[in-house]
């Protein structure tokens, strides 16, 4: 027994977990992912000092494409908003130019001039077959963009626009929405980050509320009675100033003047003459 308690115990030790590299933990805070975790090919792979040393580039390169992807979609909503702009004045002119065909086989017929009122029956129907031939080319084209676009639309996201109806009713406010959801999807995945449509929902909820207060935080803004700034005189009622447009035409005025399309007064004076405002 003696002799037992002379021989030491050994004692199990655990192996020490390898250490990270300052480096190696520097750059994975950055978004940097080890081999274990990469899934392209092994050319492309860059070591964590690499990726530090080019993240600035890559900073660069990321800020300039959210930058091109930004300018992309407020030239498609700029040419939306001027393709709906033109469609509306088209309408009104081709109303106008019925009506004045109307009222002169009118005056023709009784004037008792047969041959006049024949020569303008032709041109309303030559007016109508035009106007038909349009609308059903216009009908073909929308529908071939929606079997281009073909989205797929979840009930949640369904669930979402129906309670927030601006996303729908406000041009600029969609396409804002859009981006930040498309910005905040990507940087999530760049992260490594897995996120829900719930969470996408809430960041852009944030995002709007922040960039539009005004939509969100004036209960009084429609109340009737409540004073512009049209009425700070003190007169009854709001006079109207040539200058002032509804919120919807108003952001329309915004892009079209970013975008070189017309200037804010043009606009303004084409929407006087087709009786919009």
């Known amino acids: 027994m003696a002799e037992e308690n002379l021989v030491p115990k050994v004692e199990d030790k655990q192996p020490e977990a390898p250490k990270v590299p300052d480096i190696e933990v520097k750059a994975i805070a950055m978004g940097w992912r080890g081999k274990e975790q990469w899934t392209g090919s092994d050319e492309e792979f860059i070591d964590a000092a690499e990726f530090v040393r080019r993240k600035p580039l890559f900073d660069k390169i990321e800020s300039?494409?959210?930058?091109y992807d930004r300018k992309i979609r407020d030239v498609e909503t700029t040419l939306n908003q001027l393709a709906q702009h033109h469609a509306k004045v088209k309408e009104v002119e081709y109303n106008r130019a019925l009506t004045d065909?109307?009222?002169?086989?009118?005056?023709?017929?009784?004037?008792?001039?047969?041959?006049?009122?024949?020569?303008?029956?032709?041109?309303?129907?030559?007016?109508?077959?035009?106007?038909?031939?349009?609308?059903?080319?216009q009908q073909i084209e929308a529908q071939q963009l929606a079997a281009a676009q073909s989205p797929q639309v979840s009930a949640e996201f369904l669930s979402w626009v129906k309670g927030n109806e601006w996303y729908v009713k406000d041009a600029d406010m969609n396409a804002f929405a859009d981006g930040a959801a498309a910005a905040f999807v990507r940087h999530s995945k760049n992260a490594?980050?897995?996120?829900?449509?719930?969470?996408?929902?809430?960041?852009?909820?944030?995002?709007?509320?922040?960039?539009y207060p005004e939509?969100?935080?004036?209960?009084?803004?429609?109340?009737p009675g409540n004073v512009t700034s049209g009425d700070r005189g003190g007169k009854a009622g709001s006079v109207k100033s040539s200058k002032t447009l509804p919120a919807e035409y108003e952001a329309i005025a915004r892009n079209f003047e970013r975008d070189g399309v017309m200037k804010r007064d043009e606009y303004i004076k084409q929407l006087e003459e087709i009786g919009v405002i």
Do not use: C, W
């Open 64 to 67: 300039q494409k959210n930058f």
């Open 101 to 137: 065909l109307r009222h002169a086989k009118r005056e023709a017929i009784k004037e008792g001039d047969a041959v006049a009122a024949l020569a303008l029956t032709d041109q309303m129907e030559s007016l109508y077959a035009d106007r038909n031939a349009e609308i059903q080319q």
């Open 215 to 223: 939509k969100f935080d004036n209960p009084n803004r429609d109340r």
């Open 192 to 211: 490594g980050s897995i996120i829900t449509e719930q969470d996408v929902f809430n960041h852009v909820a944030e995002k709007v509320r922040k960039a």
